[in-house]
Structure formats: structure tokens, C-alpha cells
């Protein structure tokens, strides 16, 4: 199972909103709806921010939402900070248990 | 509150095993799935294995088959990882964490522990 495609590095101004793609195959984002999205900040463990496509975790900020056209799931952040900057990462579900995570993409606040 | 520690990582010749543990509370350990996942250095997330409430069901991704097995003593609300074969490329962060058979998400996570494959 190959990982889904993610860019590399999205960069936005405070204030602003930037979407994070994830690109799968029908085996995997274009077939099941569990994709979620984690947070990772440098030298710290991953954080769930959505689950379910479209679900926020209690405690996250409702400037983060996801969505799903196709075989892309995307993320999007508005009204970014500069506590934003991290490491995202999609995740789907493809079966039988197993899961495969985006590439990543590091998110640079200007 | 949820908490996941790791333990057991550290520096192994090539080809050797190591067991690691994690150590859950502050929930029902015996009621979620449990997973285990890697971050080489620099690198992104990679899902290694899943294992269900009674560990009668478990799944391995194609890059560690035959290699891993992932295994839980829920009196002891504990998972393990048994590796074998470790290999340079093994290098990486290992977390555990809180899986969800509902959502197939990773709702909590450990703080990871390090392992190095280096001769």
C-alpha cells in the first residue's frame, strides 16, 4: 500500500487560510470515509485534529476542517497563527485494519 | 487522563530483536484497539500494526510482515511489540497508540520511544 500524496510545504501569513490536499487511490481515500488528520509539532507526538473526513476532536479549534472530493481529502486552516506551524498528516483506513499515512506536509507560518 | 508510556527502545546490532512495551491508563485499555506506529528520523508517519480489544484479530503493514508481532496482556493494560531481524533502516521513533475500531483513528498517543539499528 502506497502512502497517499501530500505537498511537500504549504506556507501562509497570520490571519490567512491555506488547504492541505491528501490524493489517494479508490483502494484507499476513495473508498472509505475514515480519513483523519494529525498535528505534529517538532519533537513532540502526533495529535488528532480530524477524524472521520469531517469530525473535530474535543478541544480543537474550530479553525480546522476537513472535507473529501473524490479521491482527495483536504484540510483546511483558517485564520492561521503561528502556533499552526507543524508537520500534517492525513491517515485512511484501507482495509482489514490496516491503515497509510500522507507523506506529510510541513506547514510554514510567514 | 489517557496517558501511553513506551519503553524498551534503544541502540541493537543489525539483525537483532527487542521487545517493546507500552503501558497504558487512564481508560479501559481492554476496550479499544491498540496500534503501533514509526517516525524514522526526518521522515514522515508509517502504521506498522493493529490489534483488536481481545487480540484475536491483528494486521501488519507489508513492510514488516514476518517481522513483528504486536500482542497485549490487558490485566496488565499493556502492548507489546516483539521485532525481529532489525535491519539499519528500522531506525525510527516508535509510539503506540489509541486506535478506534469505530473511526480507525488515533485518538491518543504515547511520547514514542527510540530505537537505533546501527552495528
Known amino acids: 500500500q502506497s502512502a497517499m500524496t501530500q505537498p511537500a510545504s504549504v506556507s501562509g501569513s497570520p490571519g490567512q487560510s491555506i488547504t492541505i490536499s491528501c490524493t489517494g487511490t479508490s483502494s484507499d481515500v476513495g473508498t472509505y470515509n475514515p480519513v483523519s488528520w494529525y498535528q505534529q509539532h517538532p519533537g513532540k507526538a502526533p495529535k488528532l485534529i480530524i477524524f472521520?473526513?469531517?469530525k473535530r476532536p474535543s478541544g480543537i479549534s474550530d479553525r480546522f476542517s476537513g472535507s473529501m472530493s473524490g479521491n482527495t481529502a483536504s484540510l483546511t486552516i483558517s485564520g492561521l497563527q503561528a502556533e499552526d506551524e507543524a508537520d500534517y498528516y492525513c491517515c485512511s483506513y484501507v482495509g482489514r485494519g490496516s491503515r497509510v499515512f500522507g507523506g506529510g506536509t510541513k506547514l510554514t507560518v510567514l | 487522563q489517557v496517558q501511553l508510556v513506551e519503553s524498551g527502545g534503544g541502540f541493537i546490532n543489525p539483525g537483532g530483536s527487542l521487545r517493546l512495551s507500552c503501558a497504558a491508563s487512564?481508560?479501559?485499555?481492554?476496550?479499544?484497539?491498540m496500534s503501533w506506529i514509526r517516525q524514522a528520523p526526518g521522515r514522515g508517519l508509517e502504521w506498522l500494526s493493529y490489534?483488536?480489544?481481545?487480540?484475536?484479530?491483528?494486521n501488519y503493514a507489508d513492510s514488516v510482515k514476518g517481522r513483528l508481532t504486536i500482542s497485549r496482556d490487558n490485566a496488565k493494560n499493556s502492548l507489546y511489540l516483539q521485532f525481529n531481524s532489525l535491519r539499519v533502516d528500522d531506525t525510527a521513533v516508535y509510539y503506540c497508540?489509541?486506535?478506534?475500531?469505530?473511526?480507525?483513528?488515533?485518538?491518543?498517543w504515547g511520547q514514542g520511544t527510540l530505537v537505533t539499528v546501527s552495528a
Open positions: 497508540a489509541r486506535d478506534t475500531s469505530t473511526g480507525w483513528h488515533f485518538d491518543s
Open positions: 490489534i483488536s480489544t481481545t487480540g484475536s484479530y491483528t
Open positions: 472521520d473526513v469531517t
Open positions: 487512564g481508560f479501559t485499555f481492554s476496550g479499544y484497539y
